[in-house]
């Protein structure tokens, strides 16, 4: 008998027909997310699971599937799973490292420029249909000759930089690991400490991982110590952000914008998660700029992740070390 594949989520077709021939295929056909009842229940009787990012595989799940052989994440960011757990379950727990970085940085870029220029401001006047031309408004905060600060400079931080070059800022960074001196002379980046970056940044974009050491990283003290009218951008993960926080700080004018790709409500693991984005974010459309989490929604690029994410099940199911492993279950 094939071994069967639960898939979570929506993949395009290519990724069903690349596994069908080794597998028993169970897949979501609808674009909503299952809920963890029903993964539970197509899932305690297979060996794969391809799990995105509004699912969660803690110990407790593990327990009602016992064949599982391994769980792949068609994500670079995986605290919403527990990987000791899986380890300790004899279950391979892979990712894809590598293919989200560009289109989370494009991304990135769009949220700086329409949050720094004002143009959601803008079209939604365009469409009161009051414009009768040019008048002096909608003055705002341009890129040229200001300083960015980027907060962690792995992957998608690279990603980043790479696309500011050009952009004629001054370009800061922080992280515990310094780039080479080549890196920072092409990306034209200066390694600065985190306090100092805050402090002397009229833009922070951030990008780094949810760890224990950077869940609301950005909080009411760091905020305090921002430049007053200092744009704050996150690309990565809801919870490096104090969302009410930034609410308090975009009411006083301290900070003077704020644009997301991600929510705390998104950070599943979370026992204390809000269940919600903050209402002052979701009514402060004048300082906030948002989309909702389409960081790597680049139509080809999902399908390769999801097909990468089923090359590391084939590998599981074939006794090899999967590519995109993170744990190691051989001695």
Request: proline residues 5%; glycine residues 6%; charged residues 20%.
């Amino acid at each position: 008998m094939k071994p069967t594949v639960v898939i979570t989520n929506w993949v395009h077709p290519e990724v069903i027909e690349f596994l069908e021939p080794h597998c028993e295929v169970i897949a979501n056909a609808n674009q909503e997310s299952l809920s963890r009842e029903e993964i539970l229940q197509r899932a305690k009787n297979a060996q794969a699971l391809m799990v995105f990012m509004p699912d969660t595989i803690d110990e407790s799940f593990l327990q009602q599937c016992s064949q599982l052989k391994v769980v792949a994440s068609a994500l670079k960011g995986y605290d919403n799973f527990d990987v000791d757990a899986c380890t300790r379950y004899g279950v391979w727990f892979t990712i894809v490292p590598s293919l989200l970085s560009a289109p989370t940085a494009e991304i990135t870029i769009g949220l700086l420029i329409g949050l720094a220029r004002q143009m959601l401001v803008s079209d939604r006047f365009i469409r009161t249909g009051k414009f009768a031309g040019w008048r002096p408004q909608f003055y705002s905060l341009g890129l040229a000759n200001r300083t960015l600060g980027i907060v962690g400079m792995g992957a998608l931080g690279k990603a980043i930089a790479q696309r500011l070059v050009g952009f004629e800022m001054q370009l800061l960074y922080s992280d515990p690991v310094a780039l080479t001196p080549q890196q920072e002379a092409a990306g034209q980046l200066t390694r600065v400490p985190f306090d100092i970056l805050i402090q002397s940044s009229d833009f922070i974009v951030l990008a780094v991982p949810l760890q224990p050491e950077t869940f609301h990283l950005i909080n009411a003290n760091t905020l305090g110590t921002m430049k007053r009218g200092s744009f704050l951008i996150n690309p990565c993960r809801g919870s490096v952000v104090d969302e009410q926080a930034v609410c308090q700080a975009l009411e006083s004018g301290h900070l003077a914008g704020y644009a997301a790709d991600v929510f705390e409500m998104e950070d599943w693991y979370r026992s204390d998660r809000p269940y919600k984005i903050p209402q002052l974010l979701l009514e402060n459309t004048n300082q906030t700029f948002f989309t909702p989490h389409i960081g790597s929604a680049v139509d080809d690029l999902r399908r390769n992740i999801a097909l990468e994410a089923a090359q590391n099940i084939l590998q599981a199911l074939q006794g090899e070390k999967p590519q995109g492993a993170v744990n190691c279950l051989w001695t």
